[in-house]
């Protein structure tokens, strides 16, 4: 649904939902009606063609629960950081990562997990607009700062990369507090290092949920496929942007 909309935004034509759908209602997460419920949440149209409902003996079953949940992701770090030498690190400490720990605390009600080393952070979140509200925030923080003020470089920059999927919630046995695991999580990390200082670079699927949830100040703009780290892929890929 969110690829329909960010095509129609290409064509500068209007988009509909068209629904072959017995009308009922359901508990899952997934389906036919969930899909209409996410559709209209926006006063957006939807044509259903009707079909005959279920009868007694067709009853589906439960279906099967999955070990996974989608949540969105963000991996972050700062170009430079890498040359400074042991002296700057306290500095570096003190200017620069407890003024962007300050921003995620203020998302603390959105985040399910924060971890960082060095430089690095890695942070999951309940949905893609609390996401890309938590990684422009993160940005906003970077770009007021002054580093050379502190005698840092004054080039050091803040990259990050954002994606959402299906992840694995375990207890990581040496922290021994509940992490996320999975191949989504290791795409995220793969895109961060190809992302511009100073910009927040999404994947398709995170454009395309920010296309449905479409709150009023974000947008994605379409860069081109770009190649991910150590040749993970070439997938297509978004700049977030606030609306003008």
């Known amino acids: 649904m969110g690829h329909a909309l960010i095509r129609a935004t290409f064509l500068g034509a209007p988009v509909e939902q068209v629904v072959v759908w017995d009308g009922q209602s359901v508990t899952d997460e997934a389906g036919t009606a969930v899909d209409v419920a996410n559709w209209r949440r926006f006063d957006r149209r939807t044509h259903v063609i009707p079909v005959g409902g279920r009868g007694q003996d067709d009853d589906p079953g439960t279906p099967p629960s999955s070990p996974r949940s989608v949540h969105a992701m963000l991996f972050a770090d700062v170009k430079g950081f890498s040359k400074l030498p042991d002296a700057q690190m306290g500095v570096f400490l003190d200017a620069v990562m407890t003024p962007l720990a300050g921003t995620l605390n203020g998302f603390d009600v959105d985040i399910l997990f924060r971890n960082s080393w060095g430089d690095g952070l890695y942070v999951v979140l309940r949905d893609v607009t609390a996401a890309a509200l938590c990684a422009l925030a993160l940005q906003d923080t970077m770009k007021v700062l002054d580093p050379a003020a502190v005698g840092l470089p004054s080039t050091l920059g803040l990259r990050i990369g954002a994606h959402v999927g299906p992840v694995f919630e375990a207890l ?46 974000l947008s994605c703009q379409y860069v081109g496929h770009i190649p991910t780290a150590k040749d993970y892929g070439t997938f297509p890929m978004y700049v977030l942007k606030r609306r003008a």
């Open 172 to 217: 990581d046995p040496i922290r021994r507090e509940r992490n996320f695991y999975g191949v989504e999580v290791t795409r995220t990390a793969r895109i961060e290092p190809r992302t511009p200082e100073g910009d927040v670079y999404v994947t398709d699927p995170f454009a395309a949920l920010i296309a449905l949830e479409e709150p009023e100040d």
